[in-house]
């Protein structure tokens, strides 16, 4: 069982921290957040019953302890939460870059779950439509039309 932990834990951990550290936008609650998904996975490993794939069951798990962390914090995004790092040289594309980022992932946390989710996973993390859709324990068909609805409006933010 520790075993099978571990190799999970090797095989997902940088997708996870990815995908909740874009729910969080803060290092430190996406730790907390991601040992907790982990305790839940192997609390329920021998319970998991391959309705769907490992991945996906642990993007679930996931996906709920992020809301569940979200509500009991109510933390707002903070610019200097988000770390995109500016060298010497363009200086300026560079500034323009951060700020753009900025307003994506402003927009991103704007919307109410599970919009907020569907846009990460498929932007972020590109998903398929399927695979989203088990996440969010929505049909794929749901999952077209809201991103490509949702889609004109982050054209609308990003002024692209």
């Not at 946390?109 to 398929?128: D, G, K």
């Not at 996440?135 to 794929?140: F, P, Q, V, Y």
Request: net charge negative.
């Amino acid at each position: 069982m520790e075993n099978d932990i571990s190799v999970l834990y090797k095989e997902y951990h940088k997708d996870l921290y990815g995908y909740i550290y874009m729910i969080t936008l803060n290092s430190f609650d996406t730790e907390d957040i991601l040992h907790n998904v982990f305790l839940k996975a192997m609390k329920g490993l021998e319970t998991f019953r391959g309705d769907c794939s490992l991945k996906t069951w642990l993007f679930t798990i996931a996906r709920n302890e992020c809301l569940n962390y979200m509500e009991k914090n109510k933390r707002e995004v903070q610019m200097e939460d988000i770390n995109i790092s500016i060298g010497v040289g363009d200086f300026e594309d560079k500034l323009v870059q951060r700020e753009s980022v900025h307003r994506i992932l402003q927009y991103i946390r704007s919307r109410e779950e599970p919009v907020r989710s569907l846009l990460i996973l498929r932007l972020i993390e590109e998903r398929s439509f399927v695979e989203i859709g088990r996440i969010l324990d929505k049909t794929d068909v749901w999952c077209r039309i809201t991103f490509f609805s949702d889609k004109k409006d982050t054209y609308r933010v990003t002024g692209k």
